[in-house]
């Protein structure tokens, strides 16, 4: 019979930028000897890429479009949580009588639910939180009532113990503006609703890079350390010379991206992307195209198809020479292009993370969520880029942005920028690295996996 090596099922959150990190994670887990099996839902079951991760689908109630169908947050979450509490229990029994019972869920925190399926089998859990530890800090401090919405504009900076001041910019949308999404901010407090029953809470972070903000969590669940703190370990992959793992819900035109990028100077491109959902007004969008034209850098844009409607008529055509359109790319591919000079970042937490461990520049454009907390720590804490400042209107014009790409690509600041670039680049490398801090952290997660199972 075939050694019993511990069996981890990771469940995602079914959107590319929880997806991504759990896949990750799972790989990791793989390359330690512990079978991992991710189970996604059916309709994004196909995107997944993991040689070495077992695959199962399981149901969100919406099988043939997933969230889209469902159109609404709540009604999605609701189904999600009936139809995938069956169906994950499902996968758990598949598994039962084999050589590798299933021993642990680590599931998306988005996903408590997936926590008392573990807890029902007798199987150990872990929530995986997919955004920063401090995004964590603070949500967890609304849920255990110290600190109340809506927060007051007048007692800006918010002293939050762990974290640097923050102004009322800096806050997440959903603490500063409670009414803009109910459903979504109850989504984000929901994480913390049965999280005590947790064996593990893991964070996608790194204790270089937040392990202040991270003990600050843990102080508020005592005995639950935040940890192993987990790193997407992008940068694993390249270490071990193993590329095939990924998740694209799009055809990504990696070639074309590639074969463009060969063609153009060391650190003379601006990637711009704008991540998996947000969408930009038209207005935005012109605002943008002028700026990237009169900077006159080459520039490579991902517009996602349902936003190509968005973007000016006048500029494919006028700036062909300059740069390179494309609906979705490898992200990863692309950020460690040596053509690449700087990364123009909506600041969802991935690619915060994959700019700061490939070691590339970022301008922040920010649009809502955490990406604005995110965009801070970019420019102030960690200083690997700029944040775009936005007018009345909560527009970023063209002057600014050609202001701040002058500031990255040439300016005095710029010198600054790149240093820490890659600094942070080899802060994260080491982390993931035999030895490092995260590899430590994984080490001591599977360690007390291999000693407790049966
Ligand atoms: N991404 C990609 N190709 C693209 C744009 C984005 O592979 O053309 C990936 C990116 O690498 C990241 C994820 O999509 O892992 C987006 O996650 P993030 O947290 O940055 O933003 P979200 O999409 O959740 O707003």
Sequence with gaps: MKENTGHVVVVPYP????????????????SKGVKATIATTHYTVSSICAPHVGVEPISDGFDQGG???????????????????KTL??????????????????????LPWALDVAKQHGLYGASFFTNSATICNIFCRIHHGLLTLP????????????????????????????????????????????????????????????????????????????????????????????????????????????????TKPEKSVVYISFGSMVSLTAEQMEELAQGFKESNLHFLWVVRASQLDQLPKWFTDSTKEKGLIVSWCNQLEVLEHKAIGCFVTHCGWN????????????????????????????????EVGVRAKEDDKGIVRKEEIINCLKQVMEGERSQEIKKNAIKWKKSAEKAVSEGGSSDKN???????????KG
């Design 151 to 262: 927060v007051n504009i007048e007692d800006m900076p918010l002293l939050v113990p762990g974290l640097p001041p923050l102004n009322f910019h800096d806050l997440p949308t959903f603490v500063r503006f409670p009414q803009s999404n109910p459903a979504y901010l109850a989504m984000k407090l929901n994480q913390y609703s049965n999280l005590d029953k947790a064996d593990w809470i893991f964070d996608n972070t790194f204790e270089e890079l937040e392990g202040e903000e991270a003990r600050s969590v843990s102080q508020q669940w005592p005995g639950k350390l935040i940890g192993p703190m987990v790193p997407s370990a992008y940068l694993d992959g390249r270490i071990k010379g193993d590329k095939g793992y990924g998740s694209s819900l799009w055809k990504p035109l990696s070639e074309e991206c590639i074969e463009w990028l060969e």
């Design 15 to 30: 959107s590319q930028g929880h997806i991504n990190p759990i896949l990750q994670f799972a790989k990791r887990l793989a």
């Design 442 to 452: 994984i080490n001591e997660f599977v360690k007390s996996l291999m000693s407790s």
């Design 67 to 85: 969230f889209a169908e469902a159109k609404r947050e709540d009604l999605y979450i609701e189904s999600f949580k009936s139809n995938g509490s």
């Design 89 to 110: 229990s499902q996968v758990i029994k598949k598994y039962l009588d084999t050589s590798n019972p299933v021993s642990c869920i680590v599931y998306d925190s988005f």
């Design 351 to 382: 690619s915060t993370l994959e700019g700061l461990s490939l070691g590339v520049p970022m301008v922040g454009v920010p649009q809502w969520a955490d990406q604005l907390t995110d965009s801070k720590y970019i420019e102030e804490i960690w």
